[in-house]
Structures are given as structure tokens and as C-alpha cells.
């Protein structure tokens, strides 16, 4: 066998860096190549001019579609006018049969009250005890990432988060194929982050959405192997002290209602899908960024070292490394895990005073609004100085990683301690440089913001 060859660090032109971008569309398109492009990538749709502005409307097979970028637009589809939206018929089609009824896809009464009796288990004082959990899978990254042969940095990360995901809902898996079950989850992923031409016609929103035969096998797989363990958990004296055990043992503060077993199954895969993926492409954004900015690399690392020493990371650092959060919250302003979100107004409504159609769309669109020419300065370079508390954005809207109202991320501090942990970890331990034979980085997006074909660095033990 060849020996591997080492790793050729390139040391960037520090100044010249410029982070990867999608380039804007700069020409009108007819409804057919609107449709290629977006099945291709739905990024290429967004247009030049909604850098600059903050709303631009036009027709779309007889309704109108509002393109939004400014943080008063996002703020009165996402709060002031809440009740008059709901997320679009297309997203519902691609993750409704996965996920079910969860709190990422309800409406109205169930998702109100799944969400009331959800927060309590997301409280930070629950979530403390999973640092170690994070610690643990950070370690077996940078153990990983030692190894001779070139990464792909993408891949490592989703495995280590998902080693978290996993270990916070399972922290008991007797008769759990954890194999076979994360099998299952991978083909769950990959059917939900694919687009067809045909979840793009306007065919009723009751009109459910044709899985593949592999993936009805998965769903399968995946929801027996939860109803299980909750048929398991609700029989034993004590639930665990895991998150599917306070998922069994949560109530609405107000009814005293707990989760139903079908409440409980399509929550695990939503933060399944919704927890692992975002943080790990959160964590590869940060590690591309770092990279290609060795000064702002070698800060980290100070700065995790200060604080961790050579110990595993716990919950008392997390609020310690400041360094750190800002690398993370600029790297989700230019690569926002989710980069954009449609709504559908469910009656006639406004955006800022601008009469809004029952069945119109809003196209949220949380890269434009983090790359606003008018809002930020130098709004596609890297500048994590920029989250300092007298310089970070001022109006809550600016800024939308994590969403905005009340549908916002429930799982945000459970994604940031995670995040902060992990990216602290790695960099302490190791240094990470671009590689001269890499192609450049390019955007997709599949649901999630993510480098098309991965991520190749080059890894060098510190």
C-alpha cells in the first residue's frame, strides 16, 4: 500500500481571503429555469438587487411571491403577523412524511402545545449534564482527524454531532440496533434534503408527497426502533435522565399535559435531523473560515487553552469562551445553517404596510438579510470582532441563525453549548490549513447551507 503523503499547508494571503459566495442572479428567469435552478440549488434564485433592498415582489403561477431581506420584513412575518403564516406547502411535502406532526412541521393548536411543553426540557440547567457527552464526541473527532489520510472535514463533523444526538436520546440502548437505526436516519436525511421538479407544482397541500420504497423502509425501521425504547422507558420505574426521558416526563406548565408516544417518536427524529446536521455544518463553516485566517485560528486556540487547560471541556467553559462564540455566530452569518424559509399567508395580511394576498409567499431569505449590503459593513468578509457586545446588531431581526418569533429554534442552547465545546476542542488540539489541490468551495443548499462536495483541509496535531 502507498504510504499516505503528508499534509502541504498553503498559508493564505490573509488580507486577499475572501470567503465563498453565491452569485447573485443577476438577469430575470422564466418559471421553467426558476424550477432547474431550484432543484439544482435553490441558492442560485436569489436576486442581485435583494442585497440592497429589502423586498421585492412578483408573480409566481397566479399568486405573488414577497423575496425579504430586511430585518423589519422578517420580523413582521415571523412575529407581528405570526398567526397569518404558515410554513409553504412545498417544505411541508418534503419533511411532513418523515417527521410527521412535530414541532417543526404542526400548526396552530398542536404545535402550541407541543411547543409549551417542550421548553422545559431545553432549560439550560437540563442541558448542562450533556457537556460531557460533547466533550467526548469532540475528542473522538480530533481523534479522527489525526489520522494520516486527508479528511473530509464535513463528514467528521456530522458523525461527531450525531455521536451526540445519539447519546443524549439513547443513553440506554438495550435492544436498540444503534446500526442499523443510524442507517435508517441517513436515508431519512437524504430524502428530506432532496428536491424534485414535481415538489415544486402547485398540486394541493393535503396531496401527500410519494416516498421512495428505501425510504418507507427506513421510516419504518427508524419509528419501531423508537416506539420501543418509549414502550420500554414508560414501563420502567424511572424514565432516565436522558433527553427521551424528559421528553416522557415533561408537561405543559399550564394543562399538565405530557407528550403522546407519536408526539414523542416524530420529535426524536426531528431533532434528530434538525440537531445533528445544522450543528455539524455550523462547525465545518467555522473550521473552513479558520483555516483561511490563521491569525483568528491561533486566537482560538489561545483562548481555548486559557480556559480548557488539557481537560475536557464542561459547561462552566462554554460562557468562558467568548473568542470562540463570536468564530461561530460570524460563520452562521455567512453561512446561515438554514439560508432561507417560505411562508404562505393562510389570509390576506400585510408585510411593513404591504398588502399581502391569502396564498401569497414569503420568501425568507436569512443569507441576503446576513450579507445586506445596507446593514453590515463588509458584509461577505469574515470579521468575527464584528459579535463584540458594543458592535453586535442592535435589532434582533438582523440576525436569524437560529430563526426568529415564536417558532425560533428550541434547541439554539442546546446547538451553541455543542458547538462552542467542540470548536474550542478541535482547535485546541489541532491546527487546520487549506490544501493547495483542493477545489474551490462552492454552496449548496439540500434544506441546510453546506460546501457542495464537502470539505478538504489539511489536519496538523498542535
Not at 468562558?320 to 452569518?333: C, D, G, I, K, P
Not at 446561515?336 to 399567508?345: I, Q, Y
Amino acid at each position: 500500500m502507498e504510504k499516505p503523503k503528508p499534509v502541504q499547508p498553503v498559508s493564505p494571503d490573509e488580507p486577499g481571503f475572501q470567503p465563498a459566495r453565491v452569485t447573485p442572479l443577476d438577469r430575470p428567469v422564466n418559471l421553467v429555469e426558476t424550477g432547474l435552478m431550484m432543484r439544482e440549488n435553490p441558492l442560485s434564485i436569489l436576486p442581485a438587487p435583494l442585497f440592497e433592498q429589502t423586498i421585492l415582489t412578483g408573480p409566481y403561477l397566479g399568486r405573488s411571491v414577497h423575496h425579504l431581506s430586511g430585518p423589519a420584513e422578517m420580523k413582521s412575518v415571523l412575529l407581528d403577523n405570526f398567526e397569518d403564516w404558515r410554513k409553504s406547502p412545498l417544505i411541508q411535502r418534503m419533511l411532513k412524511p418523515v417527521l410527521g406532526d412535530a414541532i417543526l412541521t404542526a400548526h396552530g393548536a398542536s404545535w402550541r402545545r407541543q411547543r409549551m411543553t417542550l421548553q422545559p426540557a431545553f432549560l439550560k440547567r437540563r442541558l448542562d449534564p450533556f457537556a460531557p457527552i460533547m466533550a467526548d464526541a469532540a475528542a473522538m473527532a480530533v481523534t479522527r482527524l489525526k489520522a494520516p489520510q486527508t479528511p473530509e472535514i464535513m463528514g467528521v463533523m456530522s458523525d461527531a454531532t450525531f455521536a451526540v444526538i445519539e447519546r443524549v436520546l439513547f443513553s440506554d440502548v438495550e435492544g436498540f440496533d444503534r446500526a442499523e437505526v443510524r442507517s435508517a436516519i441517513e436515508v431519512l436525511l437524504e430524502e428530506i434534503g432532496r428536491m424534485r421538479l414535481s415538489d415544486l407544482a402547485p398540486v394541493p397541500e393535503w396531496m401527500p408527497r410519494l416516498m421512495t420504497r428505501r425510504a418507507v423502509a427506513a421510516r419504518k425501521v427508524f419509528r419501531q426502533s423508537v416506539e420501543g425504547q418509549i414502550a420500554r422507558r414508560r414501563a420502567a420505574a424511572d424514565p432516565g435522565s436522558d433527553l427521551l426521558g424528559l421528553l416522557l416526563t415533561v408537561r405543559d406548565e399550564e394543562t399538565g399535559e405530557g407528550l403522546s408516544d407519536t408526539d414523542i417518536r416524530d420529535s426524536v427524529m426531528t431533532f434528530v435531523a434538525a440537531g445533528h446536521e445544522t450543528t455539524g455544518i455550523a462547525l465545518t463553516w467555522a473550521l473552513y473560515l479558520l483555516a483561511n485566517q490563521p491569525d483568528a485560528q491561533a486566537r482560538l486556540r489561545e483562548e481555548a487553552r486559557s480556559v480548557l487547560g488539557d481537560a475536557p471541556a464542561n459547561a462552566d467553559h462554554v460562557g468562558q469562551l467568548y473568542f470562540t462564540r463570536q468564530v461561530l455566530e460570524e460563520a452562521m452569518r455567512l453561512y446561515p445553517p438554514a439560508p432561507m424559509v417560505a411562508r404562505r399567508a393562510v389570509r390576506a395580511t400585510e408585510i411593513c404596510g404591504r398588502p399581502v394576498r391569502k396564498g401569497d409567499v414569503a420568501l425568507l431569505a436569512f443569507y441576503c438579510l446576513h450579507r445586506h449590503r445596507r446593514l453590515w459593513d463588509d458584509p461577505d468578509g469574515f470579521d468575527p470582532a464584528r459579535w463584540l457586545r458594543d458592535r453586535r446588531p442592535a435589532d434582533r431581526y438582523q440576525f436569524l441563525a437560529f430563526g426568529g418569533g415564536p417558532r425560533a429554534c428550541i434547541g439554539m442552547g442546546f446547538a451553541m453549548m455543542e458547538a462552542t465545546i467542540m470548536l474550542a476542542t478541535l482547535v485546541r488540539d489541532l491546527e487546520f490549513v487549506p490544501l493547495p489541490e483542493a477545489a474551490p468551495v462552492e454552496l449548496a443548499m439540500q434544506v441546510t447551507l453546506r460546501p457542495a462536495g464537502g470539505l478538504h483541509l489539511g489536519v496538523i496535531p498542535v
